[in-house]
């Protein structure tokens, strides 16, 4: 089919880009319109938060489904700039959200963990109510009930804590600081599922095209805290002697409140009987490997 990818440039659009290269014909768009997966021509330029300019590029690509990746996602700066963040990730949605409408397309919205506010003490599903509890949180859950609202035929897929070979990310920031000597101190408190971007687009892939539109979480299995994923990547990348010291999140403190534990239960896919995303460790020791590797 036609799929048409918004934030194409982004660390997860740049992978859902190619898996749905497999399969179908991918056109690409970022506000920048210059995107690693394709060339420069052939990365559409669109800026969301245009209404006029986003239903001009759509009903001009003709796309089936539109996978929408494009978002602020600086947590802090959402904090600092609430405007921006409802701008982008709840009225940016909305345009996307009303031409994937007006020209008969689906659209698959990625949201995030959160939208929940990490206090259930449980693993949140499909079913749980969302109570974000910052700006980031409450713009992608204003996006989450556009889309619900104005698009009828919408999958919307909330993930966490990403990363990927296309973009800034915990992992490669720690693995970096520790090679480099340097003792950390990482937030042990937050429970979460990593998730790789790899994993996350080849489900956006399989996914397209699928009667079954409704609202979906999707990481890799289990869960951990910063402060294991952090230890754990350095195991994986082989260095030694450094020393990461467990710390509480009111040790470090940022703009935004984050959720505590947010960790996503699979219920939409166990119910279909198609819960096959790997572990996190699984997924982690694939990606540490590829990245040393392409660093030597
Ligand atoms: N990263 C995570 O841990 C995480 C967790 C859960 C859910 N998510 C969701 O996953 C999706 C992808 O995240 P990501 O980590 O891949 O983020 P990313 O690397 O920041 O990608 C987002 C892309 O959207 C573009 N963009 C920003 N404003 C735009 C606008 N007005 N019009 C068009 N494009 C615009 C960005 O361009 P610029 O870089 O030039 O601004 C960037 O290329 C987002 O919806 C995010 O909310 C992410």
Redesign the pocket.
Known sequence: MRVMV????????TDVCRALDEQHEVIA????GDCKWVSADGCRQ????DSGQTLEVIADVKPELVV???????VDGCERDPDRAY???AY?TWNVAAACEQVGAAIL??????VFDGEKGDDYDEFDTPNPISH?GRS?WAGEQLVREVCRRHYIV???????E??K?FITTIIKAASEGKNLRVVADQIGSP?Y?KDLADFVASQAGSPLYGTYHVTNKGSCSWHELAVKSIELAGIKDVHVTPIQSSDWPTPTRRPKQSVLRHLSLEMQGRDNLRTWEEALSEFVEKWITAKQ
């Open positions: 918004t934030g194409a440039a982004g660390m997860l659009g768009a970022d506000i920048i669109l800026d969301i938060t929408h990746c494009a978002a602020y996602t600086d701008q982008v990730n940016g919205y990625i949201s995030t963990d959160f980031y992608k909330r993930t966490a804590w990403l990363y990927g296309n973009g990310n998730t971007t």
